[in-house]
């Protein structure tokens, strides 16, 4: 069984209780939109990312989306403090080190605003004197906070990181927070 779900913001990937260890009130999880038993995410999403959840009761399956040997391809719209021109972003397509490892090279390019995007609760900080630019980003690895990590790098801050893809599992026809059984 495969499960697609347009994870909302702030909602964790997990479907027991969340409990932080700051003594706040936890987080939205999974069990909070999907009612159906032994399934498991094929990979995560941070709580500050949106999109693209696959969920599934085959480990096979779980395993080949969720490893980055597999090499299985992750589209991610994201929204960047700035303005990137094309030059800006050679260094993402060569592959950038981040520390205590270097990327593979992505697919990337500015694209204008996507046209299915939903408000996201709360809206990102703006800032009148800095634009904001979109950014389509392909990467077939998926490493804590990497995209995140990668438009940093680059100087051009994320502001706002939605998966849109994962292979050919898309977010076509799925509003935030909706999920459907395939």
């Keep these: 069984m495969i499960v697609l779900f347009n994870k909302p913001f702030n909602v964790v990937c997990q479907f027991s209780e969340h409990k932080p ?3 706040k009130e936890g987080h939205t999880t999974l069990k909070d939109f999907i009612s159906v038993p032994n399934i498991y995410a094929a990979g995560r999403l941070d709580t500050d990312s949106e ?3 696959i969920l599934t ?4 399956l779980q395993h080949r989306l969720s490893d980055p ?3 299985e391809l992750k589209t991610y719209w994201v929204q960047v ?3 990137p021109i094309d030059a800006d972003l050679v260094p993402l397509r060569k592959g950038v080190h981040l520390g205590d490892f270097t990327t593979r090279p992505a697919h990337v390019r500015i694209i ?3 046209e299915l995007l939903w408000p996201r609760i709360p ?3 703006e800032r009148k004197a800095i634009p904001t630019t979109w950014l389509e980003i392909k990467i077939s690895e998926g490493k804590n906070r ?12 994320t502001l706002r990181l939605i998966r849109y893809a994962i292979g050919n599992y898309t977010l076509d026809n799925l509003s935030v927070g909706e999920w459907r059984k395939l």
Excluded: C, W, Y
């Design 57 to 60: 009761d085959d480990g096979a």
């Design 21 to 23: 260890n700051n003594g």
């Design 51 to 53: 999109g693209l959840l």
């Design 81 to 83: 403090e700035g303005s």
């Design 146 to 157: 990497q995209v995140r990590r990668m438009t940093a790098k680059i100087g051009f801050p």
């Design 123 to 125: 809206p990102i900080r």
């Design 112 to 114: 204008d605003e996507p």
């Design 69 to 71: 040997k597999h090499k």
